[in-house]
Nanobody, 116 residues
Framework: VQLQAFGGGLVQPGGSLRLSCAASRNIFSIDIMGWYRQAPGKARELVASISGGSTTNYADFVKGRFTISRDNAKNTVYLQMNSLKPEDTAVYYC???????????WGQGTLVTVSS
């Protein structure tokens, strides 16, 4: 599946952004959709994921601030980011995974910069 992430930009500390990840096909059969991020000089890390049954999982550093959701009718996954901090600055990537067979696809990334 092809994934396109968008919605990044420059935001002040404490602000909000909503990222979107649009898939090229129906995401109903995708087991897990996730958002990852990679800051300069750091490894890519999981931010949040959501299963086909809408079970969510969050990294500790975003719990209570970020919310992941999926709209199967629009083939889109969202990441609502609130109370943004400078340390949230990174390129954010969306990912899709299926397990039978195993596939893992990445979007192109969207840059989020949190700065005053």
């Amino acid at each position: 599946v092809q994934l396109q992430a968008f919605g990044g930009g420059l935001v002040q500390p404490g602000g909000s952004l909503r990222l979107s990840c649009a898939a090229s096909r129906n995401i109903f059969s995708i087991d897990i959709m996730g958002w990852y991020r990679q800051a300069p000089g750091k490894a890519r890390e999981l931010v949040a994921s959501i299963s086909g049954g809408s079970t969510t999982n969050y990294a500790d550093f975003v719990k209570g601030r970020f919310t992941i959701s999926r709209d199967n009718a629009k083939n889109t996954v969202y990441l609502q980011m609130n109370s943004l901090k400078p340390e949230d600055t990174a390129v954010y990537y969306c990912n899709s995974k299926t397990f039978r067979p195993f596939t893992s696809d990445w979007g192109q990334g969207t840059l989020v910069t949190v700065s005053s």
